[in-house]
Structures are given as C-alpha cells and as structure tokens.
C-alpha cells in the first residue's frame, strides 16, 4: 500500500525539480508571445482579474505608490522579508480554490519594461505573477515589452525568410549542376 506524499518533508528530487524548471521556462514562453501578439491593455489572464486586482491593490497598496514602482521593478527583497512573507502567504491561499495552480512556481520579469533574461527574471507562485501581470497590462506598463516582443518577432521572421531563399537558392543550384 503506497503512503500519503508529504511535500513538507518531500526531498527535491533532480529529475522533479528539472520538471518544473520545465514547466516555469514554457510558461514564461507562452506569455512572452502573448505579449507580442496581443495589446496588454486587452489582455485577460485569468476569469478573475479584476478580482485578483483589485484584491492585490487592497492588500499591497505600496504597488500604486511613486508611480507604481514596485509593480514596474519588483522589489524582491520587499516581497521575501519576513512581514512581506506572511503577507503574500495569506493572500496566496485565498486562491487556493478559485485559480488553478495558483502555488505552482512561475517566472517573471523583475523589471516589465525588459524581456525575460537570466538578470531581469524571479521564481514567484503562479498568484503572484497573476497579480504583476494583470496589473502591469491594465496600467501599461507592459507597453515596451510587447513592442519589444514584436520587434523581436520580425526580426525573427525576416532571418527565417532569408534562410528560406538562401536554401532555395542552394537547391536550385545543385538542380542546375
């Protein structure tokens, strides 16, 4: 008879936690490109964002201070000090029921105005990456990432296309050879 798993005593096993790293890198992936295909203004995370926003700005109201700082530079010391801890834990559970995967590890742009990067990124709960993110699209601070991404999507596009011609033109010489 298998035992109950217990994750407060769970040891991190490689192959799990490379599973997750996994899982974290292809939705950060999958956001990146709706930035660049989608106005962030216009665009909807979850069923209840406007919950979750609102919510997030009644309990952290240091977000909308100095031109919301805090939202366009994540301040991780703030958000892992001891009272920011606690405070993001409770807030955490109150979506243990309502978003799926609320507590799965997610990676997230610590400045909005940058893509992802290995200096400009953080592992944060699913929840919170909802609550920088929604926030970030309603108050266009995600405005240079999608324009970033979009640029990098054309850029992308025009090397694929020259590599097309360029294979082409390497057929049609071997044909005439």
Known sequence: MATQFDP????????IEKQFAVKAVEHAQTYWNLLEKVNPRELKLTKIDDEIFEHAMKEFPELAENNYEKLTVIDEDWMK?????KRWRDFIQKYEKTVKDYNF???I???ARQEY????TIFVTRIQFYVFEIARNR???????HEIAK?????????????KARAER???????N
């Open 117 to 120: 990067s290995e200096t400009n």
């Open 105 to 107: 590890g997610s990676l």
């Open 8 to 15: 407060n005593n769970a040891q991190n096993l490689v192959e």
């Open 139 to 145: 108050l266009g601070l995600n405005d240079k990432a």
């Open 151 to 163: 640029e990098e999507a054309a850029k992308e596009k025009e090397k694929a296309e020259k590599e």
């Open 109 to 111: 742009r610590t400045d």
């Open 170 to 176: 390497e057929k049609a010489k071997k044909k005439k």
């Open 81 to 85: 000090s001891e009272s920011g801890k």
